[in-house]
RNA sequence: AGAGAGGUGGCAGAGUGGUCGAAUGCGACGGAUUCGAAAUCCGUUAUACCGGCAACGGUAUCGGGGGUUCGAAUCCCCCCCUCUCUGCCA
């Protein structure tokens, strides 16, 4: 969430950074927030100095009562009477308004960087590089959901009995190659410098609000009501949310984690022709990377990651493209985001297997995730996070672009996590 | 799930109605001492908000929320969590 601070001291970029997201009400709700602020001081104000003259009394009475002036305690008492009245008025509007406050400031969204481009949808991404060759398969190449049931690797049927559809049954070398691509990618992070975390993949509602899922996203996740915990969406909710009311040490900056969790995704009402096969499912494996920096630190650090991400791709040997992505399209608490694109080339389109984004001090206000800076104040520090990677999609690319008649190859750096270089 | 105990500052741990943001110990930081270090001694050591250029002052916070009272870490109610025993279980 936004500072009221930052609102206040600059507001014209403000404005200017929530357009760009194609924020609607951006100027009814900033000049809200700003008079609701000067309404919370001025409550504060005069509820503080009314329960400094109540605490000053009260210590007046105690001696009183202490020395036997039972009668002058009682006229005491009186003023005490009327502050509380006082108090308690001032405390109700102070809880509506800070309540009305924090509503409107959930609703605002991160201010996108400099850089972010503007532009309303997907067309409008910048592509800032296209590594790799895009493979020419034969006439006869089959997507991959063709592909999953001629090697029996991975079964939907089976997924719709046993829970619903989106949720596939890995078989045999399917199996085998998920569990593969999990070590591959948490090894290749612990050699990275990022020590690796196995977080619950439930979590509760301050955990939600923490990272911003909540209350934004509400109906994406998985809610258990008899608990009221929510099945995470991706890693980066139990992992951000660790470092949640801390105040870290700078010798331990830039925090570095990496996890393996599997994601749960609603998506309600976004089932349709380009998402058949793996190409989006309720469920679904992942590792995140994870970094919280010092704030001069957070956009080298972002670059780190996203090189950390592409050398992934290029030992899987699969052609992808780094996208920048535009004020429209980007997420909600995301100040930049590069999106990662693998080539499926039997479907002949781009498929999304990772994001990697730097939310600056969005998430960290919520979290109250700060560090000390020189001045001995407390400061907020920057969370970053990014796929590395999503395995489905990379699943898809990996069959399509590998297929031949006598089966499908492996990259070699899967190999010997896998045990077996060819399916089929 | 049942019975009991308990949740206090970075940690340990006192405090059962009044000047308690909270003794004491440990740790950490600064200083003295030392060639340097250990030991010792002195001092500092929470967070948020409000006011103030600042120094500083005020308010709140002893698991969370509500209540009693002039006054609550301390009393009452609800919730959450932890520990021990019993039960169940991968």
Redesign the pocket.
């Known amino acids: 969430m936004l500072q009221?601070s930052v609102l206040k001291e600059h507001t014209d970029a403000v404005l200017a950074g929530l357009a760009k997201k194609h924020y609607k009400t951006a100027e009814a709700d900033v000049q809200a927030i700003l008079e609701l602020?000067q309404r919370?001081?001025?409550l504060?104000?005069e509820?503080?100095?009314a329960?400094?003259?109540?605490?000053?009394?009260?210590?007046?009475?105690?001696?009183l009562?202490?020395s036997g002036d039972k009668a002058g305690?009682e006229v005491?008492?009186q003023r005490?009477?009327e502050l509380?009245q006082q108090t308690k008025a001032h405390a109700d509007e102070l809880?509506q308004v800070e309540f009305a406050l924090q509503q409107t400031l959930y609703k605002l969204p991160n201010l996108p960087h400099s850089s972010v481009p503007e532009g309303r949808s997907a067309q409008d991404n910048e592509v800032v590089r296209e590594v790799g060759a895009q493979p020419q398969l034969a006439a006869d190449a089959l997507p991959h959901w063709e592909l999953i049931k001629k090697y029996d690797i991975i079964d939907f049927e089976l997924g719709n009995k046993i829970t619903g559809a989106g949720f596939p049954v890995y078989k045999k070398q399917g199996a085998r190659l998920q569990r593969a691509l999990i070590n591959f990618f948490l090894d290749e992070a612990r050699n990275a410098g990022y020590d690796e975390v196995q977080p619950p993949i439930l979590v509760n509602e301050a955990s939600g609000y923490g990272t911003g899922q909540l209350p934004d996203k509400e109906g994406q996740m998985y809610h258990d009501a008899q608990?009221n915990l929510y099945l995470i969406p991706t890693a980066e909710v139990p992992i951000t949310n660790l470092y949640r009311d801390e105040?870290v040490a700078t010798e331990r900056l830039p925090v570095r984690n990496a996890g393996y969790t599997p994601c749960f995704r609603r998506e309600a009402g976004s089932w349709g022709a380009d998402v058949r096969g793996l190409n989006r499912l309720h469920q679904f494996d992942k590792v995140e990377i994870v970094q919280i920096t010092h704030p001069d630190q957070s956009y080298t650090q972002l670059e780190e990651m996203l090189g950390h991400i592409e050398g992934l791709l290029q030992k899987l040997e699969l052609p992808y493209r780094v996208l920048r992505l535009c004020g429209g399209d980007m997420g909600f608490t995301s100040a930049l985001t590069y999106d990662l694109e693998v080539w499926s080339a039997a479907q002949g389109r781009w498929l999304e297997v990772s994001s990697c984004s730097n939310f600056e001090t969005y998430q960290a206000n919520r979290l109250?995730l700060?560090y000390?800076a020189e001045n001995?104040?407390?400061q907020l520090l920057h969370t970053l996070n990014g796929s590395a990677l999503a395995l489905p999609r990379i699943v898809a690319a990996l069959l399509e672009n590998n297929q031949t008649p006598e089966g499908i190859r492996l990259p070699q750096a899967l190999h010997s996590y896998c045990g077996f270089d060819k399916i089929g």
């Open positions: 009221v602020d919370r001081r001025q504060q104000t509820h503080d100095s329960q400094a003259e109540a605490n000053e009394l009260a210590r007046q009475i105690g001696s009562m202490k305690a005491l008492k005490t009477a509380k809880t608990d105040i109250k700060r000390r001995g104040k407390t």
